[in-house]
């Protein structure tokens, strides 16, 4: 049984950091795509980032140059590393993962969610 833990989310001003892990167990996580997702109040779910099973990653217009998404193949775990967050940020973040060793499309499995807050 696949399962995904997300850790890390919290309130942080405008223009700090956070960092959000994703423990992953149950699937052969080496070779499948993981990726980021957030939805905020009122809003659908959207991707924020992916990466491959080879470590090429993707990310939303709204994050680039701000976030960066990574892989620990070995500890089977996914990091988001957010930088300069805007109020505009907020959501809850969802860890998830494809059974696939291409680009994240649709996911298979979901984590629970953490709750991200951008306030001053």
């Known amino acids: 049984q696949v399962q995904l833990v997300e850790s890390g989310g919290g309130l942080v001003q405008p223009g700090g950091s956070l960092r959000l892990s994703c423990a992953a167990s149950g699937s052969n996580f080496s070779r499948y795509a993981m990726g980021w997702y957030r939805q905020a109040p009122g809003k659908q779910r959207e991707l924020v980032a992916r990466?491959?099973?080879?470590?090429?990653?993707n990310y939303a217009d709204s994050v680039k140059g701000r976030f960066t998404i990574s892989r620990d193949n070995a500890e089977n775990t996914v990091t988001l590393q957010m930088n300069s967050l805007k109020p505009e940020d907020t959501a809850v973040y969802y860890c998830?993962?494809?059974?696939?060793?291409?680009?994240?499309?649709?996911?298979?499995?979901w984590g629970q969610g953490t709750q991200v807050t951008v306030s001053a």
């Open positions: 998830a993962e494809q059974l696939t060793i291409a680009t994240m499309t649709s996911p298979n499995y």
């Open positions: 990466i491959t099973s080879r470590g090429s990653t």
